[in-house]
């Protein structure tokens, strides 16, 4: 009698090797374009509608740096933010890069503001 096991090349529980199925596709979105949607900061019909009632213009230059504090305050978890500038005061949903409303310096130093828990300020 031969004591030696032998290897079955057929056997039921041997692993089975699945063909993977390569997708041609390309994606629709390329991740450059995802990102920089993802970073681009949206101003609601209301805030547009206050800053062009207050007469408030922001520099691009402004908006970018605005831009950034954003991307900088959501890495640390903030949700909704003031953000402070020269000429403006801006409440952003940071998660949602959406600015909600938007009032000038005056007006904004003598109001209180809740539910806020960051403030970016801007020079």
């Known amino acids: 009698m031969d004591h030696r096991i032998l290897q079955i090349q057929n056997h039921p ?3 089975q090797t699945k ?8 994606p629709k979105v390329s991740f450059k374009e995802a ?4 970073a681009n900061l949206v101003i609601s019909k209301h805030a547009q509608k ?11 230059s402004k908006w ?11 890495t640390k978890g903030i949700r909704d933010s003031l953000v402070v500038t020269n000429n403006a005061a801006l409440i952003v949903n940071v998660p949602n890069n959406t600015v909600i409303t938007a009032m000038n310096r005056e007006e904004a ?3 209180i503001f809740t539910n806020i828990n960051g403030t970016i300020i801007l020079d």
Do not use: C, F, G, P
């Not at 063909?19 to 390309?26: A, F, I, R, W, Y």
């Not at 970018?64 to 959501?74: F, P, T, W």
């Open 50 to 60: 206050r800053l062009d009632e207050r007469n408030i213009s922001i520099q691009d």
């Open 13 to 15: 529980l041997s692993l």
């Open 19 to 26: 063909n993977k199925v390569q997708h041609t596709e390309q």
């Open 64 to 74: 970018k740096q605005i831009q950034m504090k954003i991307s900088e305050a959501k």
């Open 109 to 111: 130093s003598s109001q």
């Open 35 to 38: 990102l920089e949607k993802e």
